[in-house]
């Protein structure tokens, strides 16, 4: 079974803190992505990563910056979290045949 | 600007009816179509994808159909079931594109027993 695990569940987490959302999937997968999840809008995509010290922006990047060191992790950063990024946030992993896996996401409160 | 729009917004079906769930996108190039099924408290799940070279596909109670001409798509789910209370989100990617996906806003569907 493919695993894609969100280091946390619930996150809380004061106005103009440094938030780290980590991500990390077991099936060698290239492609990563983080996307952000609110009711009414759906899924949308935040930051896109192909490789290894590879990333693009998606459609709302702005106020996130991502990481990816190894080819198993994917981290999400909010540089100075605001209260409007307050949201549900999913992580998934892309194999070759086009199936997207997704973690089970990390609630993020900014208070 | 969202570039796949999902109607409805929510729906009822009483158990053993069809549940349908509509779908259209703006980008002609899209050559990738899937459904994901998301539970409370988890990550969507892939149920079903189609590409634009045919019109239909089916596994087991579900099933898409696709209109090229119309650029929409849409979501049957025969027979419901109380299992299948979920939020369905339809999708939309491009292979040249990495599989970046498109997702509409999505529906919450409820099967009343």
């Known amino acids: 079974d493919v695993k894609v695990t969100q280091s946390s569940r619930y996150l809380v987490k004061r106005t103009g803190e440094k938030v780290f959302l980590e991500c990390v999937q077991d099936?060698?997968?290239?492609?990563m992505f983080w996307y952000r999840q609110d009711p009414g809008l759906g899924l949308r995509l935040i930051y896109f990563s192909y490789d290894v010290k590879m990333k693009e922006k998606g459609d709302i990047p702005e106020g996130y910056s991502v990481s990816r060191e190894k080819k198993e992790r994917f981290s999400l950063i909010l540089e100075s979290a605001s209260t409007n990024q307050t949201s549900m946030y999913l992580c998934a992993s892309l194999n070759r045949a086009d199936e997207a896996f997704f973690g089970q996401g990390t609630r993020l409160t900014v208070v | 600007q969202q570039q796949v729009k999902q109607s409805p917004q929510s729906l009822i079906v009483q158990k053993g009816g069809i549940s349908i769930i509509n779908c259209a996108y703006e980008n002609t190039a899209f050559d990738y179509f899937p459904w994901y099924q998301q539970f409370p408290g988890k990550g969507p799940a892939l149920l079903i994808a189609?590409?634009?070279?045919?019109s239909e596909k089916k596994e087991g109670r579900f099933t898409i159909s696709f209109n090229k001409s119309a650029k929409q798509f849409s979501l049957h789910i025969m027979d419901s079931q109380p299992g299948d209370s979920a939020t369905y989100f339809c999708?939309?990617?491009?292979?040249?594109?990495?599989?970046?996906?498109?997702f509409g806003a999505g529906t919450t569907v409820t099967v009343r027993a």
């Open positions: 189609i590409r634009p070279d045919v």
């Open positions: 099936m060698d997968h290239e492609n």
């Open positions: 999708a939309a990617a491009l292979e040249a594109n990495d599989y970046k996906l498109s």
